[in-house]
């Protein structure tokens, strides 16, 4: 019950903030900009990849570059960036102030004299943040899903790769979450956010280019895991790295909390 | 016949910040409808007692029992039992007057019947009908400080935590403030309240006690002293560390 008391005041909190509206607001313009654009592209080239037995359809080209830019990177690197991209920069934004701004107003330990124990502070905000990305998520869906009745779509490559994009922004979060508690101040949590989502996603690209792709970096790397789950591969192995990531995540920041209390 | 249980004990209580003892040896006891005074000069140790006995804090040693319940063991407690009001009211500046009262009950576990009826007779009291919808983070520090002790009392708790609660309210505000802190404890809310002026002790408090480098020099009813003997008490304590109790038998 206390959890969803500081999940509702967490994001009420996030409700009345501009930024989390500038943010989705921008971010959901140049989302539609690039369906636009990918859709264009599509029907451009409608009827050569008709002729291609086996050819990529509106599912590759339009419905699931607007997750993630992974599958167009090679073909159309002037695009704007899927929502993969811009959930590592956005994510820090809206979880820098999660508990580095309470410390600043010193309304930290009014969470502690209410009685909460540190998870369900943690928790509480971490859900509150999830259930403002989730819709986000679901806004970038429904654009390629809008044209869905006329089209052809491979609903369980979609689903995967949906599934790929909810867990990386439930691990974006943790790691957010983790970050604004060990924080001073908000920037500082912000900074080492978008830091550490950049590292983990790119921890791979040397092993790649050295032609390592089985190696302990690359089940490091998020784009590993992600990019599995992007082209349609779910795997139970995959999905536990996330939570792994997830869990990891939440209970540093839970004992770094806790510890704030012991030391005061 | 057998002793009520109190309210809140602390039993030795120490707790160090940067490295040396904030609070030393501490033990009080507060029954029910009792309001303690807490007194000392800046760095004392009385914030440091008041966020322990809020549950903000824990103790390094020594215990806290609250209703005669181990308060460290369940820190639980603090939800129902304890209303606290910190320093110069920390509060969300981008939520309303209103959210905050919601926002407290709800963390007090209050269930929703509970909190309208809670939220109407707080803002009734308080006087914070004008202000429901207006952002925290505009108000004055008057105004603050009465949401701040809005939210402490929304949960009637039967202990009541108050730092330094008459910093920046206006006289009218002071005078409304301890006829508040006599209302509380005449309905059995036991109160905790620090301050540096002595005359808000000798105004609202039944018992004063004196904290001088973390340590518990001086506890006593108030009614036994007029402001000026414990102007003169305190002044020993703060500049000699020393309650001289010779002076105050002849006085």
Same mark, same amino acid.
């Given at each position: 019950?206390?959890?969803?008391?500081?999940?509702?005041?967490?994001?009420?909190? %996030?409700?009345?903030?501009?930024?989390?509206?500038?943010?989705?607001?921008?971010?959901?313009?140049?989302?539609?900009?690039?369906?636009?654009?990918?859709?264009?592209?599509?029907?451009?080239?409608?009827?050569?990849?008709?002729?291609?037995?086996?050819?990529?359809?509106?599912?590759?080209?339009?419905?699931?570059?607007?997750?993630?830019?992974?599958?167009?990177?090679?073909?159309?690197?002037?695009?704007?960036?899927?929502?993969?991209?811009?959930?590592?920069?956005?994510?820090?934004?809206?979880?820098?102030?999660?508990?580095?701004?309470?410390?600043?107003?010193?309304?930290?330990?009014?969470?502690?004299?209410?009685?909460?124990?540190?998870?369900?502070?943690?928790?509480?905000?971490?859900?509150?943040?999830?259930?403002?990305?989730?819709?986000?998520?679901?806004?970038?869906?429904?654009?390629?899903?809008?044209?869905?009745?006329? %089209?052809?779509?491979?609903?369980?490559?979609?689903?995967?790769?949906?599934?790929?994009?909810?867990?990386?922004?439930?691990?974006?979060?943790?790691?957010?979450?983790?970050?604004?508690?060990?924080?001073?101040?908000?920037?500082?949590?912000?900074?080492?956010?978008?830091?550490?989502?950049?590292?983990?996603?790119?921890?791979?690209?040397?092993?790649?280019?050295?032609?390592?792709?089985?190696?302990?970096?690359?089940?490091?790397?998020?784009?590993?895991? %992600?990019?599995?789950?992007?082209?349609?591969?779910?795997?139970?192995?995959?999905?536990?790295?996330?939570?792994?990531?997830?869990?990891?995540?939440?209970?540093?920041?839970?004992?770094?909390?806790?510890?704030?209390?012991?030391?005061? | 016949?057998?002793?009520?249980?109190?309210?809140?004990?602390?039993? =030795?209580? !120490?707790?160090?910040?940067?490295?040396?003892?904030?609070?030393?040896?501490? @033990?009080?006891?507060?029954?029910?409808?009792?309001?303690?005074?807490?007194?000392?000069?800046?760095?004392?140790?009385?914030?440091? !007692?008041?966020?322990?006995?809020?549950?903000?804090?824990?103790?390094?040693?020594?215990?806290?029992?609250?209703?005669?319940?181990?308060?460290?063991?369940?820190?639980?407690?603090?939800?129902?039992?304890?209303? #606290?009001?910190?320093?110069?009211?920390?509060? #969300?500046?981008?939520?309303?007057?209103?959210?905050?009262?919601?926002?407290?009950?709800?963390?007090?576990?209050?269930?929703?019947?509970?909190?309208?009826?809670?939220?109407?007779?707080?803002?009734?009291?308080?006087?914070?009908?004008?202000?429901?919808?207006?952002?925290?983070?505009?108000? @004055? /520090?008057?105004?603050?400080?009465?949401?701040?002790?809005? *939210?402490?009392?929304?949960?009637?708790?039967?202990?009541?935590?108050?730092?330094?609660?008459?910093? +920046?309210?206006?006289?009218?505000?002071?005078? @409304?403030?301890?006829?508040?802190?006599?209302?509380?404890?005449?309905?059995?809310?036991?109160?905790?309240?620090? !301050? =540096?002026?002595?005359?808000?002790? !000798?105004?609202? *408090?039944?018992?004063?006690?004196?904290?001088?480098?973390?340590?518990?020099?001086?506890?006593?009813?108030?009614? @036994?002293?007029?402001?000026?003997?414990?102007?003169?008490?305190?002044?020993?304590?703060?500049?000699?560390?020393?309650?001289?109790?010779?002076?105050? /038998? +002849?006085?």
């Amino acid at each position: 019950m206390s959890v969803f008391a500081v999940t509702r005041l967490e994001l009420r909190r %996030l409700l009345v903030r501009p930024l989390a509206w500038v943010l989705a607001a921008l971010t959901v313009a140049q989302l539609a900009g690039r369906f636009m654009l990918l859709l264009q592209i599509f029907l451009t080239n409608q009827i050569r990849l008709a002729a291609q037995p086996g050819g990529p359809g509106y599912t590759d080209l339009v419905a699931i570059p607007m997750l993630s830019s992974i599958l167009t990177s090679g073909l159309l690197p002037m695009l704007p960036f899927g929502l993969a991209e811009l959930a590592l920069v956005v994510v820090p934004l809206l979880t820098m102030s999660t508990l580095a701004s309470e410390r600043g107003n010193g309304t930290l330990p009014l969470w502690f004299a209410a009685g909460l124990p540190a998870s369900r502070i943690v928790l509480g905000k971490y859900l509150a943040l999830l259930l403002w990305l989730v819709p986000w998520l679901l806004v970038t869906l429904a654009m390629p899903l809008s044209l869905a009745h006329g %089209l052809a779509l491979d609903w369980g490559k979609l689903a995967s790769a949906s599934l790929g994009l909810l867990l990386m922004l439930a691990a974006l979060v943790a790691i957010g979450v983790a970050c604004s508690a060990y924080a001073s101040h908000p920037a500082i949590a912000a900074t080492a956010s978008l830091m550490l989502g950049l590292a983990l996603v790119s921890a791979n690209v040397g092993a790649l280019v050295a032609g390592i792709d089985n190696g302990i970096v690359n089940w490091l790397s998020m784009s590993t895991h %992600l990019d599995t789950l992007i082209r349609g591969l779910v795997s139970s192995a995959d999905v536990a790295w996330f939570v792994l990531v997830i869990a990891v995540a939440l209970a540093l920041a839970t004992q770094r909390l806790a510890a704030e209390r012991e030391r005061g | 016949m057998s002793a009520p249980t109190a309210v809140l004990e602390l039993v =030795h209580i !120490t707790r160090h910040r940067a490295g040396r003892p904030a609070v030393a040896d501490l @033990s009080l006891r507060l029954d029910a409808g009792q309001v303690l005074g807490l007194l000392g000069v800046n760095g004392a140790g009385k914030s440091t !007692t008041l966020a322990m006995v809020a549950g903000a804090l824990v103790p390094d040693g020594g215990g806290i029992r609250l209703q005669g319940r181990d308060f460290i063991e369940h820190p639980e407690l603090a939800r129902r039992v304890v209303g #606290w009001l910190p320093e110069r009211a920390p509060l #969300w500046p981008e939520l309303t007057v209103r959210e905050h009262l919601d926002a407290h009950g709800r963390l007090r576990g209050l269930r929703a019947a509970e909190l309208a009826q809670a939220r109407a007779r707080i803002v009734e009291r308080l006087e914070l009908g004008p202000l429901a919808r207006r952002l925290a983070g505009v108000l @004055s /520090q008057g105004q603050r400080q009465r949401l701040g002790l809005a *939210c402490a009392l929304l949960h009637q708790p039967a202990l009541l935590v108050l730092d330094e609660p008459a910093n +920046a309210l206006d006289p009218v505000q002071v005078a @409304s403030l301890r006829a508040l802190i006599r209302e509380q404890a005449a309905a059995g809310t036991a109160i905790i309240l620090s !301050t =540096h002026l002595l005359a808000e002790v !000798t105004a609202a *408090c039944d018992r004063v006690a004196i904290l001088h480098e973390g340590r518990l020099r001086h506890d006593a009813p108030v009614q @036994s002293e007029d402001h000026k003997q414990l102007e003169q008490v305190f002044f020993d304590i703060a500049m000699r560390g020393d309650g001289n109790p010779a002076r105050m /038998q +002849a006085a």
